[in-house]
């Protein structure tokens, strides 16, 4: 122990340069990892926000998931959960057994349904439940009759309001003004249940205990005596999907208000958990790379303490050890960075305004210890990267460490195979769709890198056999040392080109999978757009609104939208899976003059309750053509079989599944205000039609050049901006670790540069020979990278968007100018102490 002790301490002073890249990894390790752990223990930790059933003890409601079991291959049987936003109700017959229950003070009955306040939308409860809050009057005096209400502002007690509800408007007196939301309309219980529309149903009941009553106490007999009475979710479910209610207390009676946030909050957890496996397995790869590298910079002392007779079991400890003394310091150093590094994070979900309404992340101080437990995971991934380049140092034999080791046999064949694999994966994405085909393409990518990186002697040796001619030719006495240096290290070559190939094929892969997405959907949603003014009403449109807008001169076509979202249960590998899938509801007369989805096969002319219209792609791997029946759920956990009466192209804009408008607004479409596109007859002036449009519905406003028709999952921003502060945090991982590998390979190099000093060599000589070297680098990295990347990317793209890969030219010019920046500057930087000084040779006043 002594002897490894001393060892250790003595190699980390004397090569405090060459630990500086270890040193600067397991920093921007602990960092990453401190960030994810505060991030992942917040959304662990989130709830929705409790807010209108505040003053409630209890809240009785729906349950708002949905369920498919199913039995894997050989295994148990097994069940997935998926949550719900359509809102699941209450019978109301629950509040009648809830009254019964001893210790309940009082159960109020709430139902919430959206409201058009002069022309912007609003939210309708009766008045009972203000209470629930508590919403107390400020002015005025409570509802008493069916044409009486209480508003949360805008308005004074005694001005008349015209309200929109169920697509009829109607007159009514203000009477008092309430505390609370502006947006707030309140009717008498009788008329708020009257509008709402399912008077045989409640969205929740909000429920007071007794003074001295436990609220856990009174939960578990609210809900024996719900069991008892045999009271279940309203509305049918499908088979094995039982859905009994649910008796909220705490944090968990914002559930009943903010239905989003809990299939928001579970997908933020699987997203934080996958970004942060993928940190720690990047953290380990470039850690391992780095202290490996740093090691065979120091082959010659390890062969000579090997020589004098230290133990291979000595060697190791003594790398253990120095890796250790780093590790500490810099995990320490990212853990105390990591909290500014997340506030940041937060600041920007924030700042864009991408988490859902009501979803609350909590950070209570233990949280914020989080870091120091990702700073001992840092320490373990640096002992294990210690344990796997020891390993290698301690078999070094003291001739081997006077020459340049030649790749094995071994390394060669299975940097093949892991190649042949990576393309027989990537061609397995083509005959994939969707998320199998993501993952078949991310399986290829990364096998892939991983070949290069075993390849990486015998591509460079590739590389310098078409880069060694133009070198000597063109690049004089420096391109002739160039060609040479690489050819005559080719190992070295190697291990300085695979962080290069690394963060050119994961900028690549990264980058272009998303943008070409977002491109192809962009570009459909441009071409199924055949409107030319849209019509909007945040209040919703009255009844017959549609009829008099089609009868308006001038309009060829109407198409009405719903935005919803369904659930398809299906079978991966014999996993069960719920898939959320948002869709669009549509008015089916001539919808094609309107919005164009591209229809290869049936019609949507048929498009009706009880039917549905299939993107090709997701028809293609549920094998569905027209006249077949495909199972879908509703977001309420209503189950249908739809008919299919048409396959279309353009489902990267609309989606994979298109439904009547009127049987999604039944089953939970999203309630943010009607939108209709129009299509003018030819020769109709538009801007008398502009101005007849939105006269014909009292409230609405039409606009020229309508915006075209995209499809989007609700958590779609919150999933961009999360991967997209997780590929440039990995990219920076990458590119420190290009900086980290040429640098040790600079730094051991320090002596064969003297020497060619001694020999004559000027210092423009050497510092041309350098740049030639690193452009040599850098060019065979980035072609090799673009490759890689190009290879799964291809098969992705044309088995998801039908397209080649699309990149941006200002991000495919950013991933050229850090890897030609951080190239040069690992090279170059580290040099410069070998090049100064005056050696036999010089010129006074010349360089070289």
Request: net charge positive.
């Amino acid at each position: 122990m002594k002897v490894t002790a001393f060892l250790a301490s003595r190699a980390a002073r004397a090569h405090r340069r060459a630990w500086a890249a270890v040193f600067a990894a397991l920093a921007f390790t602990s960092l990453l990892l401190g960030i994810f752990a505060l991030a992942l223990g917040s959304a662990a930790l989130g709830h929705p926000r409790v807010t209108r059933y505040a003053a409630a003890d209890l809240v009785v409601a729906g349950d708002q998931h949905t369920r498919f079991t199913a039995t894997p291959w050989g295994s148990e049987t097994r069940t997935a959960e998926a949550g719900l936003t359509g809102r699941v109700r209450v019978p109301a017959g629950a509040l009648g057994v809830v009254r019964q229950v001893p210790g309940v003070r009082a159960a109020v009955a709430d139902v919430v349904f959206p409201v058009g306040r002069d022309g912007r939308a609003a939210v309708g409860r009766p008045w009972p439940a203000a209470q629930l809050a508590p919403h107390a009057l400020r002015d005025g005096r409570a509802p008493r009759r069916a044409g009486e209400v209480v508003v949360g502002g805008g308005a004074r007690p005694g001005a008349r309001t015209v309200l929109r509800a169920g697509g009829v408007d109607a007159a009514y007196t203000v009477v008092g003004v309430a505390g609370g939301p502006r947006t707030a309309v309140y009717f008498t219980a009788e008329e708020a249940r009257r509008l709402a529309g399912h008077p045989g149903s409640l969205d929740a009941v909000g429920v007071v205990a007794r003074p001295g009553v436990e609220t856990e106490a009174l939960a578990g007999r609210v809900r024996a005596a719900l069991d008892a009475a045999g009271a279940g979710s309203v509305g049918p479910r499908a088979d094995g999907d039982t859905a009994g209610l649910r008796v909220l207390t705490g944090n968990g009676r914002g559930e009943a208000e903010f239905l989003d946030a809990g299939p928001a909050r579970t997908g933020l957890l699987e997203l934080l958990g996958s970004v942060a496996a993928t940190v720690l397995l990047t953290a380990l790869l470039v850690v391992s790379s780095t202290v490996v590298q740093a090691l065979r910079q120091r082959a010659g002392e390890l062969g000579l303490l090997r020589m004098a007779g230290a133990t291979p079991r000595q060697v190791r400890g003594a790398v253990g050890k120095e890796v250790r003394r780093v590790a500490v310091g810099a995990a320490l150093l990212g853990a105390a960075a990591a909290c500014p590094g997340y506030l940041a994070l937060r600041g920007a979900l924030d700042a864009r305004g991408v988490l859902p309404p009501g979803l609350e992340l909590p950070l209570p101080a233990w949280l914020w210890c989080a870091p120091l437990v990702s700073a001992g995971v840092t320490v373990l991934v640096a002992c294990l990267a210690a344990l796997i380049a020891g390993a290698g140092a301690a078999k070094l034999r003291p001739a081997e460490a006077l020459r340049e080791p030649a790749p094995g046999t071994v390394r060669k064949v299975t940097g093949l195979v892991l190649l042949f694999l990576g393309i027989s994966s990537a061609g397995t994405a083509t005959l994939q769709s969707g998320p199998a085909a993501g993952a078949a393409a991310g399986v290829a990518a990364v096998t892939m890198v991983s070949a290069c990186a075993l390849l990486g002697p015998w591509i460079a040796d590739g590389a310098l056999r078409v880069l060694g001619a133009p070198l000597r030719r063109y690049g004089g006495p420096a391109g002739y040392l160039a060609a040479a240096n690489c050819r005559a290290a080719a190992r070295r070559s190697g291990a300085a080109l695979t962080p290069v190939v690394l963060v050119t094929a994961f900028a690549g892969v990264q980058l272009s999978a998303g943008a070409t997405l977002g491109h192809e959907a962009a570009a459909q949603a441009r071409e199924a757009l055949r409107a030319g003014f849209e019509v909007r009403a945040d209040g919703g449109l009255p009844d017959g609104a549609m009829a008099r807008l089609r009868a308006v001169p001038g309009v060829r076509a109407a198409t009405d939208l719903a935005h919803g979202t369904v659930v398809l249960a299906r079978r991966e590998a014999g996993e069960p899976r719920l898939d959320r899938l948002p869709v669009l509801g549509v008015t089916p007369q001539r919808l094609t003059r309107t919005l164009d989805p591209g229809v290869r096969a049936g019609t949507v002319r048929e498009l009706r309750p009880g039917t549905v219209a299939v993107g090709a792609d997701r028809a293609r791997s549920l094998d569905l053509r027209p006249g077949s029946t495909v199972r879908l759920r509703f977001d309420d956990g209503a189950p249908a079989r739809l008919r299919v009466v048409a396959l279309y192209e353009r489902s990267l804009a609309l989606g994979d599944f298109l439904l009547s408008r009127d049987e999604l607004q039944r089953h939970g479409a999203r309630a943010d205000g009607a939108r209709v596109l129009v299509t003018a007859a030819p020769g109709a002036d538009r801007t008398a039609l502009a101005a007849a449009l939105a006269a014909a519905v009292p409230g609405a406003r039409a606009a020229l050049a309508p915006a075209p028709v995209r499809v989007t999952a609700a958590d779609q921003a919150l999933t961009g901006l999360v991967t997209g502060a997780a590929v440039s945090a990995i990219g920076g991982f990458t590119v420190i670790s290009v900086l980290g590998t040429l640098s040790l390979i600079t730094l051991g190099r320090r002596p064969e540069l003297r020497l060619l000093r001694l020999t004559g060599a000027g210092r423009r000589t050497l510092r041309r020979m350098l740049r030639l070297e690193a452009a040599a680098t850098a060019v065979t990295g980035l072609a090799v990278g673009a490759a890689v990347a190009a290879v799964p990317l291809l098969a992705f793209s044309l088995a998801v968007a039908r397209t080649v890969p699309y990149l941006p030219v200002t991000q495919a010019a950013l991933i050229v100018a850090v890897v030609a920046a951080t190239t040069a500057t690992g090279t170059l930087l580290p040099a410069r102490a070998a090049l100064r000084g005056r050696y036999p040779g010089d010129v006074a006043g010349a360089g070289g």
